[in-house]
């Protein structure tokens, strides 16, 4: 059985934001609405619930490196959602200090292109096959 894409709207907007140990604070509805969760199920629980398996370590390690030296990271993700599905995005992550002075960091996420997917997908397998050396 394979899993089912979910295309996201042209003018979709998906936005969260986490706390610097990477659990989620905030999702706005589009973003619930893609990964199919309630914004009450995903409230302090890990962003990486809806990482992709397909998705490689690499990609991470580069948006943490970046975020955590107080840098702006672009990307593309494939996330799952909670039925099994997955969906591709272009994620720009901001790091920020939040209201309490801690630091938080906010995804803003686009629909990703056809052509923009294709290219990820060739990275990315490329980066899974080296991970497995």
């Not at 840098?71 to 720009?92: D, E």
């Amino acid at each position: 059985m394979s899993e089912k894409e979910i295309v996201l709207d042209d003018y979709a907007f998906l936005v969260s934001e986490t706390d610097e140990k990477g659990n989620i604070v905030f999702a706005n509805s589009h973003f619930c609405k893609m990964c199919e969760y309630s914004l009450d199920e995903m409230i302090g629980k890990p962003h990486n619930i809806i990482r992709h398996p397909d998705m490689p370590k690499t990609a991470f390690k580069s948006l943490w490196d970046t975020i955590k030296k107080g840098n702006i990271w672009t990307g593309y993700v494939k996330n799952a959602t909670k039925t099994g599905g997955y969906y591709w995005v272009f994620a720009t992550v901001y790091p920020f200090a939040s209201c309490d002075g801690s630091n938080s960091y906010l995804s803003c996420r686009r629909k990703a292109s056809i052509e923009e997917i294709e290219k990820a997908e060739k990275l990315y397998k490329t980066w899974k096959e080296e991970e497995k050396q």
